[in-house]
């Protein structure tokens, strides 16, 4: 468990496991990061562990490893940040480049959320409760990247895509987070 979290002027958290995406590219703007965005997955839908979620974010997932993988095992999309069940921190692109999470998206009437947002992935599903050291994992991380950077807003996919999205679902506890919601500048 980690005990701190510090993220370093590359955009890396020290205390993550390093697992690279190709799956990124440059922000527009990189001092305009102001978003996380709180997600959920697991592949195939509601199995968890493995390492099938590393392989989609790093394109190497088998579309033969399961009937769900061959309808997402060309697509191109990573995230900056996985958070396991056991509550292992996994890191797959730095906070200062755009990783590719949010889609189509649109955040207090600003569009395109990967060009200012910080996408985190808590392994989960809409369908079950998340695990106590994910969260306890998920606060560490969100004071850190608040510390490194002018967060004005977390949301969930939900939140930012709400006609095609629902993570982090309705068992993810907001109120696990409050600490860090009501300093923000805009409340989901």
Same mark, same amino acid.
């Given at each position: 468990?980690?005990?701190?979290?510090?993220?370093?002027?590359?955009? +890396?958290?020290?205390?993550?496991?390093?697992?690279?995406?190709?799956? +990124?590219?440059?922000?527009?703007?990189?001092?305009?990061?102001?978003?996380?965005?709180?997600?959920?997955?697991?592949?195939?839908?509601?199995?968890?562990?493995?390492?099938?979620?590393?392989?989609?974010?790093?394109?190497?997932?088998?579309?033969?490893?399961?009937?769900?993988?061959?309808?997402?095992?060309?697509?191109?999309?990573?995230?900056?940040?996985?958070?396991?069940?056991?509550?292992?921190?996994?890191? +797959?692109?730095?906070?200062?480049?755009?990783?590719?999470?949010?889609?189509?998206?649109?955040?207090?009437?600003?569009?395109?959320?990967?060009? +200012?947002?910080?996408?985190?992935?808590?392994?989960?599903?809409?369908?079950?409760?998340?695990?106590?050291?994910?969260?306890?994992?998920?606060?560490?991380?969100?004071?850190?990247?608040?510390?490194?950077?002018?967060?004005?807003?977390?949301?969930?996919?939900?939140?930012?895509?709400?006609?095609?999205?629902?993570?982090?679902?309705?068992?993810?506890?907001?109120?696990?987070?409050?600490?860090?919601?009501?300093?923000?500048?805009?409340?989901?």
């Amino acid at each position: 468990m980690l005990s701190s979290l510090l993220i370093n002027d590359a955009g +890396f958290a020290k205390q993550a496991e390093i697992i690279l995406s190709p799956n +990124f590219d440059n922000r527009p703007n990189k001092s305009n990061i102001n978003l996380i965005v709180i997600h959920n997955i697991s592949l195939p839908p509601g199995i968890y562990g493995g390492n099938n979620i590393i392989d989609l974010f790093t394109n190497k997932l088998n579309p033969d490893g399961h009937e769900y993988f061959k309808s997402i095992s060309g697509l191109k999309v990573s995230s900056h940040f996985l958070i396991r069940r056991d509550g292992v921190l996994i890191q +797959f692109v730095s906070c200062l480049d755009r990783a590719w999470h949010a889609g189509d998206s649109t955040w207090n009437h600003v569009n395109n959320c990967n060009d +200012f947002s910080i996408g985190i992935e808590l392994e989960g599903s809409d369908y079950d409760s998340f695990e106590s050291k994910q969260y306890k994992c998920l606060e560490k991380l969100i004071q850190s990247i608040v510390k490194q950077y002018p967060i004005e807003s977390i949301v969930g996919h939900s939140d930012i895509s709400p006609s095609r999205k629902t993570d982090p679902g309705p068992y993810f506890d907001w109120k696990k987070i409050e600490l860090y919601t009501e300093k923000l500048k805009y409340k989901r």
